[in-house]
T-cell receptor, first 115, second 113 residues
Framework: AQSVTQPDIHITVSEGASLELRCNYS??????LFWYVQSPGQGLQLLLK??????LVQGIKGFEAEFKRSQSSFNLRKPSVHWSDAAEYFC?????????????FGTGTRLQVTL | DAGVTQSPTHLIKTRGQHVTLRCSPI?????VSWYQQVLGQGPQFIFQ???????GRGNFPDRFSARQFPNYSSELNVNALLLGDSALYLC????????????FGSGTRLTVV
């Protein structure tokens, strides 16, 4: 069964500083990987996704992620964080089992941005 | 274009009661999936429906049930509510029966007291 680990529960960065959120996955085949962002009381917004091809994926809001098969990782990065980036970030792996197609999420990383 | 609409946005129920949550997908989307997000956790898969048929079910008790209507809207029903059912319930719709193009709604916050 697939699983996702986000080792950092909470991260605090200063506005303008760079950001890296870690994600490790476990999946037997080529993974479909996603990063979502969730603001308080809101649903999930897709930041970026990786299916195949170039291992460096660009997303919305200036985010990017790099797929590293050898490390089973899909870390999210941003060169310069803005105060509005404060939110909860979820990494997910997609898989189809039988007829069911679903996402398995990590427990999330809460990002706090200090001014 | 309207996104995924969920109703109600919030509700409070008593232990042992029954609850129905509703989801209207994006126009043209034929698949609806339900996820439960307990406070401090990531969302967990409950159900997937495509073309009105159940395609998959997560590790949830039989108290949880769902259905999809001819207009592709969906209901999630939970019977005999427990305190542990308190969570944000998210609905996601997609064109096809895959997770590739999920769009999530804002969720229904259920509190069981």
């Amino acid at each position: 069964a697939q699983s996702v680990t986000q080792p950092d529960i909470h991260i605090t960065v200063s506005e303008g500083a760079s950001l890296e959120l870690r994600c490790n996955y476990s999946y037997g085949a080529t993974p479909y990987l996603f990063w979502y962002v969730q603001s308080p009381g809101q649903g999930l917004q897709l930041l970026l996704k990786y299916f195949s091809g170039d291992t460096l994926v660009q997303g919305i809001k200036g985010f990017e992620a790099e797929f590293k098969r050898s490390q089973s990782s899909f870390n999210l990065r941003k060169p310069s964080v803005h105060w509005s980036d404060a939110a909860e970030y979820f990494c997910a792996v997609g898989a189809t089992t039988g007829t069911a197609s679903k996402l398995t999420f990590g427990t999330g990383t809460r990002l706090q941005v200090t001014l | 274009d309207a996104g995924v609409t969920q109703s109600p946005t919030h509700l409070i129920k008593t232990r042992g009661q029954h609850v129905t949550l509703r989801c209207s997908p994006i126009s043209g989307h034929k698949s609806v999936s339900w996820y439960q997000q307990v406070l401090g956790q990531g969302p967990q898969f409950i159900f997937q429906y495509y073309e009105k048929e159940e395609r998959g079910r997560g590790n949830f008790p039989d108290r949880f049930s769902a259905r999809q209507f001819p207009n592709y809207s969906s209901e999630l029903n939970v019977n005999a509510l427990l305190l542990g059912d308190s969570a944000l319930y998210l609905c996601a719709s997609s064109l096809e029966d895959r997770f590739y193009g999920y769009t999530f709604g804002s969720g229904t916050r259920l509190t069981v007291v």
